[in-house]
């Protein structure tokens, strides 16, 4: 959906048996700001065995067939997320440990060298 200034990513959550959802709703709409925060929500209901809706229209079907040669096993979809959250949690960590350390490597180098100065003096 575009806005007069923003842009959202909107997808819906149904049951193909045409049974309610949550409550009295046969379909939930979830929005959210960015499309790595949909591929996000996306990769968790994968995870919890909530799959996207196959097209199988006849129109489509050239479209349609190359979308699904293109598309993974669930299964495998949900390992290579699984390993790509870990990646960038490593990275995080990584990145968030260097820059703890550098200020505290800056200060004890200056610190040392002082003290190396003050005794020669």
Same mark, same amino acid.
């Not at 842009?7 to 309610?20: E, G, I, S, T």
């Not at 129109?59 to 669930?74: A, F, H, L």
């Not at 350390?101 to 180098?109: A, E, G, R, S, T």
């Given at each position: 959906?575009?806005? /007069?200034?923003?842009?959202?990513?909107? /997808? +819906?959550?149904? =049951?193909? $048996?045409?049974? =309610? &959802?949550?409550? !009295?709703?046969?379909?939930?709409?979830?929005?959210?700001? %960015?499309? !790595? $925060?949909? $591929?996000?929500?996306? +990769?968790? /209901?994968?995870? +919890? *065995?909530?799959?996207?809706?196959?097209?199988?229209?006849?129109? =489509? #079907?050239?479209? #349609?067939?190359?979308? *699904?040669?293109?598309?993974?096993?669930?299964?495998?979809?949900?390992?290579?997320? %699984?390993?790509?959250?870990?990646?960038?949690?490593?990275?995080?960590?990584? %990145?968030?440990?260097?820059? !703890?350390?550098?200020?505290?490597? &800056?200060?004890?180098?200056?610190? =040392?060298?002082?003290? !190396? /100065?003050?005794? #020669?003096?």
């Amino acid at each position: 959906e575009q806005g /007069f200034m923003s842009r959202r990513h909107v /997808f +819906a959550l149904y =049951n193909p $048996d045409q049974k =309610n &959802v949550y409550k !009295d709703y046969k379909e939930l709409q979830l929005g959210v700001e %960015t499309q !790595d $925060d949909m $591929d996000s929500w996306k +990769a968790s /209901f994968l995870r +919890a *065995g909530v799959y996207p809706e196959k097209v199988s229209d006849s129109s =489509n #079907g050239e479209e #349609g067939s190359s979308e *699904g040669s293109t598309s993974m096993d669930p299964q495998l979809e949900s390992q290579v997320e %699984t390993i790509r959250n870990l990646v960038d949690s490593y990275m995080k960590i990584v %990145t968030k440990t260097t820059r !703890d350390l550098v200020p505290k490597i &800056v200060m004890h180098l200056m610190i =040392n060298n002082t003290k !190396d /100065f003050i005794m #020669g003096e």
